[in-house]
């Protein structure tokens, strides 16, 4: 109910989840009287719903998700709420309106149905006070975050009347088939993440100007840099909106009379110059940055920033730090964090002042907010997509040297804290035989943290010895007889260490008695590809022996996954590029994180896929050969998915480019739980595994060769490509149609390797991949030459 940025965001979501959904609104203020075409009386919520379906980042997993979704309006389609099982309300927020249609949805809605409101401020129990005892029984708060579909923040906030098992209800099912943190909330101002998150914008506020710092300075000291979002803390207010804040920030201090640290918060004059102008952030085109239509000497559009002092906009500087330049090397984040509260210019004292007012705030707000530690730091974890939450980040620079931040700062603790410390407790958690504990006030004692339950998390297996390790590797035992191979390189980027620690761990896991293995990781991306730097080194080198030997230990090492003798099972999240793709496609079975990234983009560099993945598409294109000989539209469209580089933006659309096959992959909504859903595929693989064998695949030699051919010269003719891509699509429909062969043929797998590597070493003698892999090394960013 309402169709807002929030309830078409929520909506798609659902849709994402495989739900049917209703969205409605008002109807169109500008009406025609008498107007009962539901085109124009439906027109709000339609009207938001394509706008969404054009937004970026996409709300929807797949475009075609959006027929899941139903529009109408309140007037003449409130009474079909009485067939739904969960009723969202995400209106203004106003309590009267809200009020006024949870009156209405009481008169439609059947006994039992669940009915949950989308405030981001306003008291449960207040929205709720006017509801009849069995809609009041059934009501609570579900609070998203923006955009619903990418923050994994779910906040449940029960009302005073809510049965316990409705809490309960919610909890699991946004965390098992939403993909959600859901996170158990108290009915207190602003919930727990905005709570938190508020009072430290306003902290930073005010630093800003004690310490002379600029804004793009301060964006850079709580990006990136602290594990935190690029946003940082003014960039972030532009995109949530000044007047946005401005709203929150009154609201926590109107509801929180008794909380003094919010009370000392004061906009400062900067913030209320931006207010007074109407000069919003992103939605009026300026707040603390501006852009404007002029462009630099690299056609990069120009963006200004806000001076403070002057109040005027500038052109936007790179922040010269040396303390900042130095702690970028250190890749670990505790001891980064370490390092920069260690530093004595202002860099050192901005961080000292910001984690101090974190520690303190974050303590006196248990029992408050939150009843655990974990919830508190799950909260800010997900809504704010934070690696570290409060005492997460506590426990990464010391319980004492948190305790002294705040005494040197002038901030109280809440006593429990010293109570705790008292009791000889170093650390708010403690990581012991695969699971993660957290330190529980009333008990005073170590308890299991509940949110993590059920998942796989490798930190906790650090203390134990692995079974086997490299420099890129570690194989862990993660119980029940099951391995977990996890990558360890720079960006999990595929190299030699990798691939051979991937064969040593699965000779273990097929010598030894063990079910089977897993490979995944809990990193953001599960792996940009294959070490890109080696192949350049080799390729400029002319180095083709060792090229021809590395890109035969990729081959190999696929199909070491394809045909061991105990299931592999691959768990993916984010990126999961290149090298990464083509190990995929090779194991028994994938868990996928919805949120996987999946494609071939080795076009983009030059190459075509060389790790076995353009063989894998000829064998996946031969088996859905029809027996009525159509071939060559499968073959033009597996063709066409390489030659481009498509990228699935999610782990659904995956399905359609082929890199995930039904019956066979899975997609796992909650990120967190891809690794355990992994675990439970290989147990279920291996009670009656049978290991797979050689195939023979069914190639089109010249008859496609002639069609693909027709295509790529169709598409350099209309200059839609250049030369050098159609001199890769070549390359790549070679081995797709098994070469230069009179007919249709049956072929085995290495021979289509074979002629994958040679097309491989071929293309990375040539100048112009040479170009396009510097290019990609140097930018980040494809070349297309």
Same mark, same amino acid.
């Given at each position: 109910?309402?169709?807002?940025?929030?309830?078409?965001?929520?909506?798609?979501?659902?849709?994402?989840?495989?739900?049917?959904?209703?969205?409605?609104?008002?109807?169109?203020?500008?009406?025609?009287?008498?107007?009962?075409?539901?085109?124009?009386?439906?027109?709000?919520?339609?009207?938001?719903?394509?706008?969404?379906?054009?937004?970026?980042?996409?709300?929807?997993?797949?475009?075609?998700?959006?027929?899941?979704?139903?529009?109408? /309006?309140?007037?003449?389609?409130?009474?079909?709420?009485?067939?739904?099982?969960?009723?969202?309300?995400?209106?203004?927020?106003?309590?009267?309106?809200?009020?006024?249609?949870?009156?209405?949805?009481?008169?439609?809605?059947?006994?039992?149905?669940?009915?949950?409101?989308?405030?981001?401020?306003?008291?449960?129990?207040?929205?709720?006070?006017?509801?009849?005892?069995?809609?009041?029984?059934?009501?609570?708060?579900?609070?998203?975050?923006?955009?619903?579909?990418?923050?994994?923040?779910?906040?449940?906030?029960?009302?005073?009347?809510?049965?316990?098992?409705?809490?309960?209800?919610?909890?699991?099912?946004?965390?098992?088939?939403?993909?959600?943190?859901?996170?158990?909330?108290?009915?207190?101002?602003?919930?727990?993440?905005?709570?938190?998150?508020?009072?430290?914008?306003?902290?930073?506020?005010?630093?800003?100007?004690?310490?002379?710092?600029?804004?793009?300075?301060?964006?850079?000291?709580?990006?990136?840099?602290?594990?935190?979002?690029?946003?940082?803390?003014?960039?972030?207010?532009?995109?949530?909106?000044?007047?946005?804040?401005?709203?929150?920030?009154?609201?926590?201090?109107? /509801?929180?009379?008794?909380?003094?640290?919010?009370?000392?918060?004061?906009?400062?004059?900067?913030?209320?110059?931006?207010?007074?102008?109407?000069?919003?952030?992103?939605?009026?085109?300026?707040?603390?940055?501006?852009?404007?239509?002029?462009?630099?000497?690299?056609?990069?559009?120009?963006?200004?920033?806000?001076?403070?002092?002057?109040?005027?906009?500038?052109?936007?500087?790179?922040?010269?730090?040396?303390?900042?330049?130095?702690?970028?090397?250190?890749?670990?984040?505790?001891?980064?964090?370490?390092?920069?509260?260690?530093?004595?210019?202002?860099?050192?004292?901005?961080?000292?002042?910001?984690?101090?007012?974190?520690?303190?705030?974050?303590?006196?707000?248990?029992?408050?907010?939150?009843?655990?530690?974990?919830?508190?730091?799950?909260?800010?974890?997900?809504?704010?997509?934070?690696?570290?939450?409060?005492?997460?980040?506590?426990?990464?620079?010391?319980?004492?040297?948190?305790?002294?931040?705040?005494?040197?700062?002038?901030?109280?603790?809440?006593?429990?804290?010293?109570?705790?410390?008292?009791?000889?407790?170093?650390?708010?958690?403690?990581?012991?035989?695969?699971?993660?504990?957290?330190?529980?006030?009333?008990?005073?004692?170590?308890?299991?943290?509940?949110?993590?339950?059920?998942?796989?998390?490798?930190?906790?297996?650090?203390?134990?010895?692995?079974?086997?390790?490299?420099?890129?590797?570690?194989?862990?035992?993660?119980?029940?007889?099951?391995?977990?191979?996890?990558?360890?390189?720079?960006?999990?980027?595929?190299?030699?260490?990798?691939?051979?620690?991937?064969?040593?761990?699965?000779?273990?896991?097929?010598?030894?008695?063990?079910?089977?293995?897993?490979?995944? /990781?809990?990193?953001?991306?599960?792996?940009?590809?294959? /070490?890109?730097?080696?192949?350049?080194?080799?390729?400029?080198?002319?180095?083709?022996?060792?090229?021809?030997?590395?890109?035969?230990?990729?081959?190999?090492?696929?199909?070491?996954?394809?045909?061991?003798?105990?299931?592999?099972?691959?768990?993916?999240?984010?990126?999961?590029?290149?090298?990464?793709?083509?190990?995929?496609?090779?194991?028994?079975?994938?868990?996928?994180?919805?949120?996987?990234?999946?494609?071939?983009?080795?076009?983009?560099?030059?190459?075509?896929?060389?790790?076995?993945?353009?063989?894998?598409?000829?064998?996946?294109?031969?088996?859905?050969?029809?027996?009525?000989?159509?071939?060559?539209?499968?073959?033009?469209?597996?063709?066409?998915?390489?030659?481009?580089?498509?990228?699935?933006?999610?782990?659904?659309?995956?399905?359609?480019?082929?890199?995930?096959?039904?019956?066979?992959?899975?997609?796992?909504?909650?990120?967190?739980? $891809?690794?355990?859903?992994?675990?439970?595929?290989?147990?279920?693989?291996?009670?009656?595994?049978?290991?797979?064998?050689?195939?023979?695949?069914?190639?089109?030699?010249?008859?496609?060769?002639?069609?693909?051919?027709?295509?790529?010269?169709?598409?350099?003719?209309?200059?839609?490509?250049?030369?050098?891509?159609?001199?890769?699509?070549?390359?790549?429909?070679?081995?797709?149609?098994?070469?230069?062969?009179?007919?249709?043929?049956?072929?085995?797998?290495?021979?289509?390797?074979?002629?994958?590597?040679?097309?491989?070493?071929?293309?990375?003698?040539?100048?112009?991949?040479?170009?396009?892999?510097?290019?990609?090394?140097?930018?980040?960013?494809?070349?297309? $030459?």
């Amino acid at each position: 109910m309402g169709s807002g940025v929030m309830g078409t965001g929520i909506a798609c979501h659902l849709a994402n989840a495989g739900f049917s959904c209703l969205l409605l609104d008002i109807l169109p203020p500008d009406l025609q009287e008498g107007e009962t075409s539901p085109a124009a009386r439906n027109k709000l919520a339609a009207s938001a719903l394509k706008k969404a379906l054009k937004a970026k980042p996409a709300p929807l997993m797949d475009p075609d998700f959006a027929s899941r979704i139903e529009v109408g /309006n309140f007037e003449d389609d409130l009474p079909k709420i009485a067939d739904c099982d969960w009723i969202i309300e995400v209106v203004v927020e106003r309590l009267d309106i809200k009020q006024q249609l949870m009156q209405r949805v009481e008169q439609h809605r059947k006994p039992g149905t669940l009915v949950s409101t989308n405030t981001s401020g306003i008291p449960i129990r207040l929205i709720a006070q006017n509801m009849g005892e069995e809609m009041r029984k059934h009501f609570c708060g579900t609070h998203f975050f923006n955009p619903p579909r990418y923050l994994r923040l779910l906040e449940i906030i029960p009302g005073p009347d809510t049965l316990p098992e409705v809490t309960d209800f919610f909890m699991a099912f946004g965390d098992r088939f939403l993909g959600k943190q859901t996170v158990l909330c108290k009915d207190t101002p602003a919930f727990i993440a905005n709570r938190i998150g508020v009072y430290m914008m306003g902290v930073v506020f005010q630093l800003v100007e004690e310490l002379d710092l600029t804004i793009e300075e301060v964006d850079v000291l709580t990006g990136p840099l602290i594990g935190r979002p690029k946003t940082g803390t003014f960039r972030l207010a532009d995109l949530v909106g000044l007047d946005v804040a401005v709203k929150v920030i009154g609201g926590v201090q109107q /509801n929180c009379p008794e909380d003094e640290d919010v009370q000392k918060i004061k906009l400062p004059a900067y913030f209320q110059h931006l207010v007074d102008n109407k000069w919003y952030g992103d939605k009026t085109g300026q707040g603390f940055y501006k852009k404007t239509d002029e462009r630099d000497e690299r056609g990069k559009r120009i963006i200004l920033a806000l001076d403070l002092k002057t109040l005027e906009y500038r052109p936007r500087r790179k922040p010269k730090l040396p303390a900042v330049e130095a702690a970028k090397q250190i890749e670990d984040l505790n001891k980064r964090l370490q390092f920069l509260l260690k530093d004595q210019s202002k860099v050192g004292e901005f961080m000292r002042r910001s984690f101090a007012a974190l520690f303190s705030y974050a303590s006196k707000r248990i029992p408050e907010i939150s009843d655990t530690i974990f919830g508190i730091d799950d909260a800010l974890r997900a809504g704010f997509a934070w690696k570290q939450g409060p005492f997460e980040a506590w426990d990464a620079v010391g319980l004492e040297m948190g305790l002294d931040l705040c005494h040197a700062a002038g901030l109280q603790v809440a006593p429990w804290v010293s109570e705790m410390q008292g009791k000889g407790i170093t650390g708010f958690y403690k990581r012991e035989s695969g699971k993660k504990f957290c330190y529980d006030l009333p008990s005073g004692k170590y308890q299991a943290v509940r949110s993590a339950e059920g998942l796989v998390i490798l930190d906790n297996y650090r203390n134990q010895s692995p079974v086997y390790k490299n420099d890129e590797i570690v194989l862990h035992d993660i119980g029940d007889g099951v391995l977990c191979l996890e990558f360890t390189s720079k960006m999990n980027a595929i190299g030699e260490g990798i691939l051979r620690g991937l064969g040593e761990s699965i000779r273990i896991a097929e010598e030894g008695a063990w079910q089977g293995l897993v490979i995944g /990781n809990n990193a953001d991306n599960f792996t940009v590809g294959a /070490n890109l730097m080696l192949i350049a080194m080799l390729a400029y080198e002319q180095e083709f022996d060792e090229l021809n030997m590395a890109v035969h230990l990729f081959q190999q090492t696929s199909m070491r996954c394809r045909y061991s003798s105990v299931p592999v099972v691959i768990a993916t999240q984010g990126y999961t590029f290149g090298g990464g793709c083509e190990l995929l496609m090779h194991c028994d079975a994938a868990a996928a994180a919805a949120e996987s990234y999946i494609g071939l983009v080795e076009v983009g560099v030059g190459l075509l896929p060389g790790g076995g993945g353009t063989k894998e598409f000829a064998l996946r294109a031969s088996r859905e050969y029809g027996p009525d000989g159509v071939m060559i539209p499968t073959l033009v469209e597996r063709f066409r998915t390489i030659a481009m580089g498509s990228v699935a933006t999610s782990a659904y659309e995956a399905y359609k480019y082929g890199y995930l096959e039904r019956g066979r992959d899975q997609v796992v909504m909650n990120t967190q739980r $891809n690794l355990a859903e992994a675990k439970k595929r290989v147990l279920e693989l291996a009670a009656n595994y049978v290991q797979p064998q050689p195939q023979q695949v069914t190639v089109l030699g010249r008859t496609g060769l002639a069609a693909l051919y027709a295509a790529v010269s169709e598409m350099y003719l209309g200059q839609f490509i250049s030369e050098h891509d159609a001199k890769i699509a070549r390359k790549i429909a070679y081995v797709l149609c098994g070469g230069d062969l009179t007919g249709t043929s049956q072929v085995s797998e290495q021979y289509l390797l074979d002629l994958e590597r040679e097309a491989f070493l071929s293309l990375c003698g040539e100048q112009k991949t040479l170009e396009r892999i510097q290019h990609m090394l140097k930018t980040g960013k494809p070349l297309r $030459n």
